[in-house]
């Protein structure tokens, strides 16, 4: 059994490959929607007087788990030539 994660902090990338990704898994895959998560960053304005004035920045990432039950070799080829905004991992689960 495989496990591929994919990641990504654009939306738009992220559904893209997920329409890509699909027609290619096999019938008996599982799909598991990860809930976003959100960075938040906080960054000073002026470094001198003003230690109150702050400008936060969100960063979220989307994920999905794909736990694929046989091997296939064209499916991970196909991987690759994703987009490169997207995170790959593979895991092999025994």
Known sequence: MIKIILRASSKESFKLTLEKIKPLLPKNSSITFLPKK???FS???SPHV???AKDSFNLFYYKVVFLIPTFSKDLI???TTLSRDVSITLKKIQ
């Open 38 to 40: 959100r960075k938040t």
């Open 43 to 45: 960054v000073l304005r």
């Open 50 to 52: 003003n230690s109150k």
């Open 77 to 79: 080829s196909s991987l």
